[in-house]
């Protein structure tokens, strides 16, 4: 599924909110190191038999979105806030999402 991006590339809107994207400066070779282990942990997270385990692969999980730029400190550095997990109707994205097509918006729904 193709997802609306906003105009700088820094978010994806799914279910409705704006979801950080990976960072556009990582190099590739990183960057697909950084997927793999996200998708190990991912993996991970939907086998653990113990709390325990739960814990271990969602610290792995996160540790993988970090490297990918998509949680912790933003990395643009123009200054502006992040703006993840917020309805794009309520940030400065509002009139971006308002001149959307319908179908685009759907898919971001």
């Known amino acids: ?4 991006v906003t105009p700088d590339g820094r978010y994806f809107v799914a279910k409705g909110r704006l979801w950080r994207r990976t960072d556009p400066a990582l190099p590739e070779a ?7 282990d996200l998708m190990t942990a ?3 997270v939907g086998q653990a038999d113990s ?3 739960t814990q ?8 993988a979105k970090r490297l990918l730029g998509e949680r912790g400190p933003v ?16 940030t400065g994205y509002a009139a971006w999402w ?8 759907e898919a971001g729904t």
């Open 42 to 44: 991912r993996r991970a």
């Open 75 to 90: 990395w643009w550095t123009d200054g502006a806030p992040d703006e993840t997990r917020k309805a794009p109707w309520n």
């Open 30 to 36: 990183d960057r697909q190191a950084a997927v793999n």
């Open 56 to 63: 271990a692969a969602r610290a792995a999980v996160d540790a």
């Open 1 to 4: 599924m193709s997802y609306p």
């Open 98 to 105: 308002a001149a959307l097509p319908a179908h685009e918006k």
């Open 51 to 53: 709390p325990e385990e």
